[in-house]
């Protein structure tokens, strides 16, 4: 191995992270190049997500609706909430907040208020959920003595991803009887962050900033990547790592006759027992389908 060789593979060694797995990375010539796919490439590509079967109503046996909260402090939920800052990484790489942001504000993705989806959300309506602007003692003082407000005396607090401390997901489950097996389909999803006018108060109320419906977005999902930790050469999208369950949640509402009342409104101040209901509801859900087996 001659000092040529040595010096190409100390040089792509010390490639940030941020560079791997990106398209053309081996073939590029310049810095420019890398990420950039070649005719070639597109042309043979006939990447996209796999779509969803057709599913009659009369193949229904039995469904049931859940709501569940996806918790970002926890690690197995990390690809879901990381980066948080995209100043030094490549433009591959966004969290998946980013991802329904930059959708919603270009107008490939419909907002919407609530997660019965009746109500849609433009971009200015979600603006005073995502920014709050302020006003400092100062600036009143100058107010009060019909000044101009000096910019210094003006705050502004945004949400940002580093903010989003959860997601909310919307999903059935169904016994489907034409191939005899349980399956669940996901139907929506929200980011949840604290109030944006309490931020800077002792455990500030979270809200839902808005749901999307997810059907509709599987193809923004799809061409959205999530860092694979076991191998940066392949990662996953947020469409195949959500349709696969590759998270934990937690069951906080389900479809009752109750008004689809969440478990937090019967079983109140014990997170414990609010948990315990969570899971006694999943096992009735697996129970189900080994009934369905019974003889």
């Known amino acids: 191995m001659n000092w040529k060789n040595v010096f190409l593979m100390g040089a792509l060694v010390v490639l940030p992270a941020s560079m791997m797995a990106q398209a053309n990375i081996l073939n590029a010539k310049k810095p420019q190049e890398v990420g950039v796919r070649t005719q070639a490439q597109k042309e043979v590509d006939n990447d996209a997500p796999l779509k969803y079967g057709y599913v009659d109503d009369r193949d229904i046996l039995w469904s049931k609706t859940l709501w569940e909260t996806i918790d970002l402090d926890e690690r197995v ?31 490939k993705l419909d907002a919407y208020a609530d997660s019965y989806f009746t109500e849609k959300r433009n971009f200015g309506d979600l603006s005073a959920a995502l920014q709050k602007t302020d006003t400092l003692d ?50 929506g999803i929200a980011p949840v962050a ?72 019967y079983i109140a101040d014990n997170a414990l027992f609010q948990l315990l209901e969570a899971k006694r509801i999943k096992e009735v859900i697996r129970d189900r389908e080994q009934d369905m087996w019974s003889y």
Do not use: C
């Open 77 to 107: 939920n990390f690809p879901l909430y990381y980066p948080t800052d995209t100043i030094d990484i490549g433009s591959d790489r966004r969290s998946l907040y980013h991802v329904l942001m930059k959708a919603v504000k270009s107008g």
């Open 194 to 265: 604290p109030d944006v006018n309490f931020m800077d108060t002792d455990n500030p109320d979270k809200v839902e900033l808005f749901w999307i419906w997810y059907p509709d977005a599987r193809q923004v999902l799809h061409d959205a990547k999530v860092f694979n930790q076991r191998n940066s050469a392949q990662p996953i999208s947020f469409d195949m790592l959500l349709n696969a369950r590759r998270f934990n949640a937690v069951i906080y509402k389900e479809d009752n006759v109750h008004g689809d009342r969440k478990v937090s409104d």
């Open 138 to 187: 100062y600036g009143y003082e100058q107010v009060n003595a019909g000044e101009a407000v000096s910019a210094e005396f003006i705050t502004t607090k945004e949400i940002t991803a580093a903010q989003i401390e959860e997601y909310r997901i919307k999903g059935m489950w169904y016994f489907d009887k034409r191939q005899g097996e349980l399956k669940y389909r996901l139907l």
